[in-house]
DNA sequence: GCGTTGTTGATATGATATAACGCATGGATC
DNA sequence: GATCCATGCGTTATATCATATCAACAACGC
């Protein structure tokens, strides 16, 4: 199947990831929103994860990495229920905590982020990579992009150093049109 | 009554407002979370929301204008059901929608905003400014204050348009130690 | 084996948010 | 004045998001 990838990554000291250079979220950042088999990106995300996970002790247990394959494959931020429904409909359990435990496990481990504004979910693309993103929602087509945010949060730490506010985590989050639905409104 | 203030106004092009010079909210960024007293800003604020909501053609209704001043009053960030209680004990409905439809009326007309991260509402403490603030959240007392982001936005708008994504609107929120906690925890 | 810890599943509840309907008001139009 | 229409309000009901608590069970170290 054919997708448009939620994952942006640019090449550079910040982003970089060492797998095979012929995915399409490591190009150009331009290369960020257009089409290409999704498929590739997904399983290098689990493949990732899964040595993430152990490498830190924790466990990656059946419920959470089929969390985290549901989030790959929806490729799209999910509420918790809707993953809960995936989750019931596959044997597993079909009571929220099921659900939320997993994501927030996830999250913890950086292998998904929460978008707020969505009350919602998604797989992060790069995990294991040190990374602060701001998210790209299209108010057209729901299509969600993380995108490299590290000037952004310099100037937020910036911002909240002049009033002597300590910065520790921070939501970046912007709603507007991503370059497909932009060209169509125009 | 002593508060200290959620409101952070930088005098500059940018935030500059023309009522009275001694107004806490006005002075240096670095009294932003000082205690003063609260009731000139809440008055202030007020003033000036009558004359913009005239301005702007809408009607700023008896719910409505109740719902702002119980923000500025309390002067914190409220959730919606925290308004409700205080509405209905004054004889206003008390059902969610009377709630929720005046605060997102204030939000509209930017007297308002809305933090995500604590599902909740405070007032704006300078509007009619062109402005997009940056939200600090003290994780230790709960304290909400505004912070001037034109350069958070910039550079938003910046890694946002390498991907050809249009922001719109953007949420920009920070947890962390506001200055008194901040000295008490070290 | 056996206690400890962590994970899962179930029940129940709490918290936040919106849909849909009908009525009242107030201004524009005839 | 009568009619129409747009807006705001109140209500019922429902949808959506999130957590507290307990019981069963599995993994692990001893
Ligand atoms: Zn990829
Ligand atoms: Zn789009
Ligand atoms: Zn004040
Ligand atoms: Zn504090």
């Not at 597993?92 to 099921?98: A, D, E, H, M, R």
């Amino acid at each position: 199947m054919i997708y448009v990838c939620n994952t942006i990554t640019r090449q550079g000291a910040d982003m970089a990831h060492d797998h095979a250079s012929d995915c399409p979220s490591c190009q150009e950042p331009a290369a960020a929103f257009s089409r290409h088999d999704h498929a590739h990106c997904a399983q290098d995300v689990l493949e990732r994860a899964d040595g993430l996970v152990a490498q830190s002790g924790a466990r990656l247990t059946p419920v959470r990495r089929r969390v985290l394959e549901i989030l790959l494959e929806e490729h799209r931020a999910m509420g918790a229920y809707d993953v809960l429904k995936r989750l019931a409909a596959e044997g597993y359990g079909n009571q929220p905590p099921v659900a939320y435990r997993a994501l927030e496990f996830l999250v913890e481990q950086g292998l998904a982020h929460r978008i707020r504004r969505l009350n919602a979910f998604a797989a992060c693309m790069h995990p294991g990579e040190a990374h602060a993103p701001a998210f790209l929602i299209c108010r057209n087509c729901n299509i969600v992009a993380e995108a490299p945010a590290a000037a952004v949060r310099k100037a937020l730490d910036a911002a909240a150093d002049m009033l002597g506010f300590l910065v520790e985590r921070s939501t970046v989050e912007a709603l507007g049109l991503c370059p497909a639905c932009r060209d169509q409104a125009a």
